[in-house]
């Protein structure tokens, strides 16, 4: 076991040792490190200002992601190299084309979001190999940066046209020795951060995983921390001894086998996005809205399932889907449906020393019968005041089987049971579906909060199932105003 | 002797008045470099200092112990009310902001002590170990709650002409209505931010993410008992300040002076993203009551509002905030017998402060879906409606152009922008092929609003409306310019600079933009009320020229001219047949003794006001933009999103097309979020549960229509003798915004075939939306 831990930071090496593994990133650079390029704005992952890239060996090659600073704990940063703001510009001080880009198109006015905006279009154009972005993908790439004052146009301009800058002469040479740094990072190692009352463990094998949480069972397990960096950052929590996923090897494992889908829990949205949008379109739509670029980039859907919020996106979508939960104690496994796993508020089946291993979904025969519902103030980056999940089957015009699950509408993510009985064994039938709504009051009575009101919750809830019965018949086009099949903005949004 | 090269002699000046300038510190801002208040590098010794806040809205505090915080470890002191060497106080005009609450609070969020420690952890920390008891009291928390109670701040305010009650009453038609609207948070993406270093002596220097560096020198001497002379404030830019930055920053300045002297050690406020939204006021939320009486064509011959604004616990700047409400309640429409009452309520919620328009929009909102209402009743597209009420045109023989505070409207030009406006965004043929596009779409309904903006520009509180600046050049020939104005991100200093550069016929790269500091230019007003460019550029244009003159009288007695005939080129001067390098002209000036030094100084003419009888030219002209927006909804779930803006605004003649043309889709989209998404929460206790970007929801990238397109008004020129015939750009275009919430209201209408007038409440949130649909459908079913 390692006493300390070591990452890059813009290519030189640091070592962290005898501090408090919760020590953010954001403050390590701005407090400890005097890089006050990088800024904060909210510290809580909403508003981008503290954007970094974070960069690390998949299978052999660098893959470079933004992310929230202000809620990534320092430890969590082993083996992997971190650019900032400061390390954009190439040498003798030329701007990297996305700062060159910003500046030509007036990006940026009082500048205070401007180096995170910044930090998103640098790892979008490192993603995309120098390319500029469509405006769907700009907007997708940038919905975790707020920008108060220019009102996006010339920053979705800079976007655009970052492209058709010279690339830059140093990024060759730097990317090559960010590889080799890299390389030389590897090794398989627990790492431990520790200072007088706090303890964090990165082990590197799912066996040593389970041992120390077996030692430990009163530990945080931290996976993307875009739950738990918040606990610090605004709870201002004293976590006293955290084991983390995000190095544990296998761990953020996606495959298919089996006409099943199985996503290890430490994968993150960005992981699995794209072969969830192959195998259930409507949760890949999901996905894309669950937070912004920086925040899918981080958190794991394991992560968001043992949150247990009644709130969080995806259990009602697993929910719908029939998914199970594989939980782990040690070497032994346990298996149970995923509804099952959410007993009350803040209450999950979960023993002590046992963690969520993986995730596994049944493959759909008709994969866009299953729809997703995210209703919120905001379209992107906003938690949902209600999140409907559809999954109902038809044979000969006669509902078969029908699993409806909501988030926002209880203490807990939850089906809408007596809805389904009213749906099933009749005629799937617009007048069946308003017949069914009556219902919902005997599986729901919702809360009012500052997201909404149970009545909107309620009556919204309901109408969803009118539009999911419409889209049964009627193109995306005639029932949705942004995201997949959408074109009431030209057409383009995410076809 | 001259270290910088010979200013280029081309024909034109790089950075001249009315030419595309980036902003000075672009370059800064994607590469991290510009430096706010908390990138200032400190000694290690620097103190972090948090701010303990009420958790009751009204109470009696019986006790208060701080002890224990006081031993917490890394705390270097507490501070609480009895710590305050001078008044305890940072109101800006009526003495009711305590820096720290005596004995009573009267909101949440109101502050209670400060505690200064080695880090802003451990002062957190250490705070929570106060023992505080509340005894509470009544607390009105919304405006019909203190209506109800009469909670008032001063008696309700009224401005009037002729005879509304009988005009309306004896209208062919007549209409009335509540309508709620919420407030804002102002959301600068820096928060309130402070750092005090303490000097010999009485002295302190504070740097201040402030607005008004003048008003945080004059509170921190209040505070501390010292004299204004030994107090520096400087700020060199905000991370966006729309407004937030004009009293907010008393507050944590003030705390960190004193902790400043009393440590001796550097002392920093930074409120955390929670802390400020809770701490610092918001745009005022209003319930606004109206009763029109109309003619056949929509003509309006009475109205009649009764404004009620939350303003809080104290006064704050919610008199002159409420005023500019009653001031705008007219819009761009001419209301021959009118009466206006305000109400201010005194609410125990944190003290409503100035925002980006500063109460003039919530008087516009409701005079603009006033007009959609009659619209609606009449069956008339709401364009011909407002076209029957504009004021007269600027030069039209009339008496349509007296507004509710008799002031004549000198300078309308609103008929001309919304006709072009019309044409350009093909207004009529789009409205109805949306009308015939709805019959065929049953869930997602779209809808299309023009409205048109007028905004007064000045203080309406007219001695405000000076300003000062201070010109060196150096004897290389660089310049330095430094001005009362604070740059927030509006491009204020670069504009300014163009004026300077334009004056002295060289590039602009020559003139050093420097931080603002109390210690330059004295007395200065806010930066706010569109006002920066007006009067910082007047001021330094009055410096520039006072530098000019004497070096045109010097190159005269030098080389025997007359003054006339001297010419400022790009880059030289042009004396009698010789031309003379600028540098080499500047330098043989500081040769000969010749002051190379100046102040400006403005005071915007024409202006008066007279409050007891609500009368006089609160406003030296008057601004104007319009803009068309189209929105879709979601009937079955009340989602929306705008699809298309187009805007034409007068800049009169723009000294920086390209800032400006940032500040109108800033502001539009500020706006629009404004009546949209951003929705202030309270519970019933006085606790805001939206305090951070989790829960408020300002505009992000994709709510940005895919579609905008914006024009500055060719024809535009300031009818007064403004900057360069310049007009002021900070404000009006969030004003342009309105016309999202009406296209709103177009699309919720198509629901009942537009047989229903849909009434929304602003923010129109998914809810507001839905609930409005069902209301509809319900009606017509
Ligand atoms: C700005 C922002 C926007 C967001 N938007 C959305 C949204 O739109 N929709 C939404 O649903 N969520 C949203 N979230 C929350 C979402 O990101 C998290 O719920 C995320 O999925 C949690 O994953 P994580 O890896 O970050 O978990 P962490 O924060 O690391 O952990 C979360 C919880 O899960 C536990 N945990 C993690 N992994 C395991 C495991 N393998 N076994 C047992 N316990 C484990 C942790 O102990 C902790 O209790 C948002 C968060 C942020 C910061
Ligand atoms: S500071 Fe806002 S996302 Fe990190
Ligand atoms: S430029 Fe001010 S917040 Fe973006």
């Known amino acids: 076991?390692?006493?300390?831990?070591?990452?890059?930071?813009?290519?030189?090496?640091?070592?962290?040792?005898?501090?408090?593994?919760?020590?953010?990133?954001?403050?390590?650079?701005?407090?400890?490190?005097?890089?006050?390029g990088t800024k904060e704005g909210c510290a809580e992952g909403d508003c981008g200002a503290c954007t970094v890239v974070v960069s690390e060996l998949v299978d052999g090659a660098v893959q470079h992601r933004a992310v929230n600073a202000c809620i990534q704990f320092l430890p969590m940063l082993e083996g992997k190299s971190v650019t900032t703001v400061e390390r954009l510009r190439g040498p003798g001080g030329t701007l990297h084309p996305c700062q060159q880009a910003l500046v030509d198109t007036h990006g940026s006015?009082?500048?205070?979001?401007?180096?995170?905006?910044?930090?998103?279009?640098?790892?979008?154009?490192?993603?995309?190999?120098?390319?500029?972005?469509?405006?769907?993908?700009?907007?997708?790439?940038?919905?975790?940066?707020?920008?108060?004052?220019?009102?996006?146009?010339?920053?979705?301009?800079?976007?655009?046209?970052?492209?058709?800058?010279?690339?830059?002469?140093?990024g060759e040479d730097r990317a090559a020795r960010e590889l080799r740094a890299l390389e030389a990072l590897c090794h398989t190692d627990t790492v431990k951060v520790a200072s007088t009352d706090q303890q964090f463990f990165a082990p590197a094998t799912l066996g040593e995983f389970a041992e120390l949480f077996a030692e430990f069972p009163d530990a945080t397990i931290v996976a993307g921390a875009t739950d738990v960096g918040?606990?610090?950052?605004?709870?201002?929590?004293?976590?006293?001894?955290?084991?983390?996923?995000?190095?544990?090897?296998?761990?953020?494992?996606?495959?298919?086998?089996?006409?099943?889908?199985?996503?290890?829990?430490?994968?993150?949205?960005?992981?699995?996005?794209?072969?969830?949008?192959?195998?259930?379109?409507?949760?890949?739509?999901?996905?894309?809205?669950?937070?912004?670029?920086?925040?899918?980039?981080?958190?794991?859907?394991?992560?968001?399932?043992?949150?247990?919020?009644?709130?969080?996106?995806?259990?009602?979508?697993?929910?719908?889907?029939?998914?199970?939960?594989?939980?782990?104690?040690?070497?032994?496994q346990r298996r149970i449906p995923l509804e099952d796993f959410f007993v009350d508020y803040g209450v999950q089946d979960r023993k002590p020393g046992e963690f969520v291993e993986a995730i596994e979904v049944p493959l759909l025969e008709n994969p866009d019968q299953f729809r997703c519902y995210k209703l919120t103030k905001r379209f992107d980056q906003d938690i949902s005041a209600v999140c409907g999940c559809f999954h109902v089957t038809v044979d000969d015009g006669q509902v078969s089987s029908a699993r409806i699950a909501y988030g926002g509408m209880a203490a807990t993510p939850k089906r809408a049971s007596a809805v389904e009985a009213a749906l099933v064994g009749k005629a799937w039938t617009m007048e069946t579906c308003e017949a069914a709504l009556s219902k919902f009051s005997e599986d729901f009575s919702p809360m009012t909060d500052m997201r909404a009101s149970s009545d909107y919750r309620m009556r919204s809830a309901q109408n969803l199932l009118i539009k999911y019965f419409v889209e049964g018949t009627e193109p995306l086009s005639t029932t949705r105003l942004v995201g997949r099949g959408s074109t009431i903005a030209g057409g383009a949004n995410h076809a | 002797m001259l270290d910088i090269p010979a200013a280029k002699s081309t024909e034109t000046i790089a950075g001249a008045v009315h030419s595309d300038h980036r902003h000075d510190s672009?370059?800064?801002?994607?590469?991290?470099?510009?430096?706010?208040?908390?990138?200032?590098?400190?000694?290690?010794?620097?103190?972090?200092?948090?701010?303990?806040?009420?958790?009751?809205?009204?109470?009696?505090?019986?006790?208060?112990?701080?002890?224990?915080?006081?031993?917490?470890?890394?705390?270097?002191?507490?501070?609480?009310?009895?710590?305050?060497?001078?008044?305890?106080?940072?109101?800006?005009?009526?003495?009711?902001?305590?820096?720290?609450?005596?004995?009573?609070?009267?909101?949440?969020?109101?502050?209670?002590?400060?505690?200064?420690?080695?880090?802003?952890?451990?002062?957190?920390?250490?705070?929570?170990?106060?023992?505080?008891?509340?005894?509470?009291?009544?607390?009105?928390?919304?405006?019909?709650?203190?209506?109800?109670?009469?909670?008032?701040?001063?008696?309700?305010?009224?401005?009037?002409?002729?005879?509304?009650?009988?005009?309306?009453?004896?209208?062919?038609?007549?209409?009335?209505?509540?309508?709620?609207?919420?407030?804002?948070?102002?959301?600068?993406?820096?928060?309130?931010?402070?750092?005090?270093?303490?000097?010999?002596?009485?002295?302190?220097?504070?740097?201040?993410?402030?607005?008004?560096?003048?008003?945080?020198?004059?509170?921190?001497?209040?505070?501390?008992?010292?004299?204004?002379?030994?107090?520096?404030?400087e700020i060199r830019r905000m991370g966006g300040g729309f407004g937030g930055k004009e009293t907010s920053g008393n507050l944590p300045a003030a705390a960190a002076a004193l902790v400043a002297k009393k440590t001796n050690r550097p002392a920093k406020v930074c409120y955390d993203r929670d802390d400020d939204m809770v701490i610092t006021g918001k745009r005022h939320d209003f319930r606004i009551d109206y009763r029109v009486g109309y003619d056949d064509d929509g003509g309006i011959t009475g109205i009649e509002y009764d404004q009620a604004a939350r303003c809080g616990m104290s006064y704050d700047l919610s008199m002159a905030i409420c005023d500019r409400a009653m001031f705008h309640a007219d819009n761009t429409y001419y209301l021959p017998h009118v009466r206006i009452t305000s109400y201010r309520c005194l609410t125990h919620t944190v003290s409503s402060c100035a925002f980006r328009g500063f109460g003039g929009p919530q008087g516009m909102v409701a005079m603009e879906r006033v007009i959609d209402e009659i619209a609606h009743t009449l069956g008339k597209d709401p364009l011909d409606v407002r076209r029957v009420n504009y004021y007269a045109a600027a030069d039209e023989e009339s008496i349509r152009n007296v507004t509710p505070y008799h002031m004549t409207v000198e300078d309308c030009v609103i008929d001309e922008i919304v006709q072009e406006l019309t044409a350009s965004s093909s207004y009529t043929a789009r409205r109805s092929e949306i009308r015939e596009w709805n019959k065929?779409?049953?869930?997602?309904?779209?809808?299309?609003?023009?409205?048109?903006?007028?905004?007064?520009?000045?203080?309406?509180?007219?001695?405000?409306?000076?300003?000062?600046?201070?010109?060196?050049?150096?004897?290389?020939?660089?310049?330095?310019?430094?001005?009362?104005?604070?740059?927030?991100?509006?491009?204020?200093?670069?504009?300014?600079?163009?004026?300077?550069?334009?004056?002295?016929?060289?590039?602009?790269?020559?003139?050093?933009?420097?931080?603002?500091?109390?210690?330059?230019?004295?007395?200065?007003?806010?930066?706010?009320?569109?006002?920066?460019?007006?009067?910082?550029?007047?001021?330094?244009?009055?410096?520039?020229?006072?530098?000019?003159?004497?070096?045109?009288?010097?190159?005269?007695?030098?080389?025997?001219?007359?003054?006339?005939?001297?010419?400022?080129?790009?880059?030289?001067?042009?004396?009698?047949?010789?031309?003379?390098?600028?540098?080499?002209?500047?330098?043989?000036?500081?040769?000969?003794?010749i002051s190379l030094s100046a102040t400006g100084f403005y005071a915007t003419p024409k202006i008066h006001w007279d409050r007891a009888s609500a009368s006089g030219r609160p406003f030296y002209y008057f601004a104007y933009g319009a803009a068309v927006t189209e929105v879709a909804i979601d009937t079955l779930t009340g989602e929306n999103r705008i699809l298309r803006v187009d805007i034409l605004h007068d800049v009169g003649q723009s000294l920086n097309p390209v800032i400006d043309l940032g500040q109108i889709e800033g502001g539009y989209v500020q706006g629009a979020g404004w009546l949209t998404t951003e929705e202030l929460w309270w519970d019933d206790e006085g606790h805001l549960k939206t305090h951070a970007p989790s829960t408020y929801k300002i505009p992000a990238c994709s709510d940005r229509a895919p579609d905008m397109r914006i024009g500055l008004w060719e024809k535009g020129r300031n009818r007064e003798d403004t900057i360069y015939r310049s007009k002021a750009v900070g404000e009006p275009p969030l004003m342009l915004g309105i016309s999202a919430f009406l296209a709103l209201s177009d699309a919720v209408a198509s629901v009942a075939d537009y047989k229903t007038y849909p009434a929304l409440h602003a923010p129109a949130t998914p809810e507001c939306i839905l609930m409005a649909v069902e209301r509809l459908k319900g009606g017509s079913s």
Request: hydrophobic share 40%; with cysteine.
């Open chain 2, 26 to 233: 672009g370059h800064k801002h994607v590469s991290g470099e510009a430096i706010y208040v908390d990138d200032i590098p400190t000694p290690d010794n620097c103190l972090n200092i948090y701010i303990a806040m009420s958790t009751h809205a009204h109470a009696k505090v019986t006790h208060m112990d701080v002890s224990a915080v006081r031993h917490a470890p890394g705390v270097a002191v507490v501070l609480t009310a009895t710590d305050v060497p001078g008044e305890n106080d940072v109101s800006p005009v009526n003495g009711d902001d305590p820096v720290f609450a005596d004995g009573e609070v009267l909101c949440v969020g109101q502050s209670l002590f400060a505690v200064a420690a080695d880090t802003i952890q451990q002062a957190r920390a250490a705070a929570t170990l106060a023992t505080i008891t509340y005894e509470d009291l009544p607390a009105y928390i919304t405006i019909d709650e203190a209506m109800e109670a009469g909670s008032l701040l001063e008696e309700p305010y009224t401005m009037a002409r002729g005879d509304a009650a009988s005009a309306i009453d004896g209208a062919a038609h007549s209409l009335s209505g509540r309508f709620y609207l919420g407030g804002q948070e102002h959301f600068y993406l820096e928060g309130q931010a402070a750092l005090a270093i303490p000097g010999e002596d009485d002295d302190v220097l504070v740097y201040s993410s402030t607005q008004h560096p003048s008003e945080v020198q004059h509170t921190v001497g209040k505070v501390l008992g010292i004299p204004n002379n030994a107090v520096t404030v």
């Open chain 2, 440 to 593: 065929g779409s049953p869930i997602i309904k779209r809808g299309l609003a023009l409205s048109p903006v007028k905004f007064g520009i000045s203080f309406t509180t007219s001695f405000l409306n000076q300003a000062g600046a201070l010109v060196h050049i150096y004897h290389d020939g660089s310049i330095h310019l430094n001005h009362g104005g604070t740059e927030m991100g509006q491009g204020l200093f670069v504009k300014v600079a163009q004026v300077a550069a334009e004056v002295f016929q060289v590039d602009i790269d020559r003139v050093k933009i420097t931080a603002t500091n109390t210690a330059k230019v004295p007395n200065t007003s806010a930066t706010a009320a569109s006002s920066g460019s007006d009067m910082n550029g007047m001021a330094t244009l009055n410096a520039c020229e006072t530098i000019k003159q004497r070096l045109m009288e010097f190159a005269a007695s030098q080389h025997q001219v007359s003054v006339d005939d001297i010419e400022f080129l790009p880059g030289r001067v042009r004396v009698g047949a010789e031309e003379i390098p600028f540098n080499k002209l500047v330098h043989d000036a500081y040769m000969a003794r």
């Open chain 1, 109 to 170: 006015q009082c500048g205070f979001c401007t180096p995170g905006f910044a930090m998103s279009l640098f790892a979008a154009y490192e993603d995309r190999q120098g390319k500029g972005l469509d405006r769907d993908t700009a907007n997708d790439v940038l919905a975790g940066n707020l920008c108060r004052c220019t009102g996006y146009g010339p920053i979705i301009t800079a976007a655009e046209t970052m492209g058709d800058l010279p690339a830059p002469q140093w």
């Open chain 1, 230 to 332: 918040l606990w610090v950052t605004k709870r201002h929590m004293h976590l006293k001894t955290i084991i983390y996923t995000g190095r544990v090897q296998g761990f953020a494992h996606i495959a298919v086998s089996d006409n099943t889908l199985t996503i290890g829990a430490g994968a993150t949205y960005s992981d699995a996005i794209q072969t969830l949008a192959e195998h259930f379109p409507d949760l890949g739509e999901l996905v894309r809205r669950i937070g912004s670029t920086q925040v899918r980039n981080a958190g794991t859907i394991g992560g968001n399932i043992a949150n247990g919020s009644p709130i969080g996106d995806c259990p009602p979508a697993l929910i719908a889907l029939n998914a199970t939960l594989v939980l782990r104690t040690g070497d032994a």
């Open chain 1, 1 to 36: 076991m390692r006493d300390h831990g070591t990452f890059l930071l813009n290519g030189e090496r640091h070592e962290i040792r005898d501090m408090s593994p919760t020590t953010t990133l954001l403050n390590y650079l701005r407090e400890d490190q005097k890089l006050t």
